[in-house]
């Protein structure tokens, strides 16, 4: 589907929701940026927020747009990683006034989400300038952050407006174009969790958003070539697919369309890697990346034959060992997030047993690790740096411990239950 028909919403589906979009406008393409001149017409007190990098690349052509709107300007210094947290979201909340109407990022990740978050709570409309095609969050309505040392989402609103200008996002770092990239080859995975969760938990789905975000992402492996030529058609393809799979997030109210397994590996890197003082890839880099292990997984489970010889056998003194072992400091956070859900005190091998000719089938629906690893390589992308990068060990233990940063059923808990002894 076209971000066009995307915005006019979906009434009366067959999933038994009415699915609507709050975005005004979506402006991709060659000098996308000409647009803010008229999108911006009824406001007078401005607050542009970007990082130093970001500013550099967008901002001059951001200001000939809205020149004397602007009221107030933050731009992150970014020798270092910037991060979406406490001090971040303080710092742009200082420069609103009484009279701010409208907040523009320019930017992508870190700041869409911060910008969204802030604009929320604020009560304020928000666009983003997009600077990357790197990730599928710009038109969400969660704001990923990370509060008390913790990933989590936030509820926010859709931006009103989202530019995309082909000059701008053809000449991102090419690791943010594979990020793009790889944030889009994922949904092989997520989608497959999701239907893994309708079958295991009678979790809702919608056929529709499934089927249109498969769409989004078999029009994205098309792209690998003229990617790595940062052809222009190929980077506008790229962001309309990155920016659709958003509109469908915001079509169900959470990020189920477009996260799974395969998002929890890439937090988990990233909450490691905080928590320890290690360094981590790009968000969407690693879940193209973990997408190939939760295949391996995937192909694991479904050579299992007879599921009659495996049993659910808990040993909570040992998790909450590992847990204090994997996430140090964030520990007793992750503990009372699963102890609130308290999913470690269900026997889901009773429903496996019951329903595992269809979990096998299921399974075998997602391409395989061989062809997730071919995917991965057609941007330039070697799975070898992948877990030399990561080591052995931290990767085994994303396995088991990645699905505990967040509430959500995924074939990370279906590998727990039958091999974490």
């Known amino acids: 589907m076209t971000i066009k028909e995307l915005l006019i919403g979906r009434e009366d589906c067959t999933c038994g929701k009415s699915h609507k979009c709050a975005i005004d406008s979506v402006v991709i393409g060659k000098n996308a940026c000409e647009s803010l001149k008229e999108l911006c017409a009824d406001y007078n007190n401005i607050l542009l927020v970007a990082d130093t990098n970001t500013f550099a690349v967008g ?29 971040a979201l303080a710092a742009i909340e200082a420069k609103l006034t009484d009279k701010t109407e409208l907040i523009i990022g320019i930017g992508s990740g870190v700041i869409n989400d911060l910008c969204k978050h802030v604009s929320y709570n604020a009560g304020l409309r928000y666009y983003i300038v997009a600077t990357a095609p790197s990730m599928d969050g710009y038109a969400s309505k969660g704001a990923a952050l990370i509060l008390d040392g913790m990933k989590i989402t936030t509820n926010a609103d859709v931006p009103k407006a989202i530019i995309g200008d082909v000059d701008i996002l053809k000449n991102a770092p090419f690791d943010m174009i ?6 889009i080859i994922g949904k092989y995975s997520c989608l497959n969790d999701w239907k893994l969760a309708n079958l295991v938990n009678g979790e809702y789905l919608c056929e529709f958003v499934i089927n249109a975000t498969y769409e989004a992402v078999e029009k994205t492996v098309r792209l690998a070539d003229g990617l790595n030529k940062r052809d222009t058609d190929a980077i506008c393809a790229l962001m309309e697919a990155l920016v659709a799979v958003g509109i469908l997030m915001a079509y169900v109210g959470n990020s189920r369309p477009a996260s799974g397994s395969e998002h929890h590996f890439s937090h988990y890197f990233e909450i490691v890697g905080i928590v320890r003082g290690e360094d981590y890839l790009p968000h969407g880099i690693d879940v193209c990346y973990s997408a190939i292990e939760t295949a391996k997984i995937r192909e694991e489970l479904a050579s299992i034959e007879n599921i009659s010889e495996y049993e659910y056998n808990f040993n909570k003194e040992l998790y909450e060992a590992n847990i204090r ?33 269809e979990i096998r089938k299921l399974l075998a629906e997602c391409p395989t690790s061989e062809q997730m690893r071919e995917l991965t390589e057609r941007v330039g992308l070697s799975y070898d740096s992948f877990k030399e990068f990561y080591g052995e060990d931290k990767i085994k233990d994303a396995y088991l411990y990645a699905k505990d940063l967040k509430d959500r059923y995924s074939v990370l808990w279906m590998y727990y239950d039958l091999f974490a002894k």
Do not use: C
Not at 178 to 183: R, T
Not at 329 to 342: P, Y
């Open 59 to 87: 901002g001059k052509q951001v200001q000939s747009m809205i020149g004397d709107k602007i009221e107030n300007i933050h731009i992150f210094n970014t020798t270092s990683v910037l991060v979406p947290n406490e001090q």
């Open 178 to 183: 594979q990020a793009g990239y790889g944030d």
């Open 325 to 357: 072992r994997v996430y140090g400091k964030l520990a007793e956070e992750v503990l009372a997030l699963q102890n609130k859900l308290g999913w470690y005190n269900v026997d889901r091998v009773k429903i496996y047993r019951e329903k595992w000719q």
